[in-house]
């Protein structure tokens, strides 16, 4: 897979701040939904953002394979 470390640790911090501001959110009842719209909207973002950074590294290190013959 490659060094995930850094956007794993990025994803997971964003995510833990979109739950944060939701909990507020939630909480604080008026706030109105654009918190709530906010928060799901950057988690789906996000996860799109991880998984095209998966398929650009499978991709990249398939390809590097082929470049240097392995």
Known sequence: MGNLNGPLTYLRASLGMSVA????????????ASAVELAVITAVVLGIAIALLVVIQNFVTNESGKITGG
């Open 21 to 32: 501001r939701l909990r507020v959110a939630l909480r604080d009842k008026d706030r109105g």
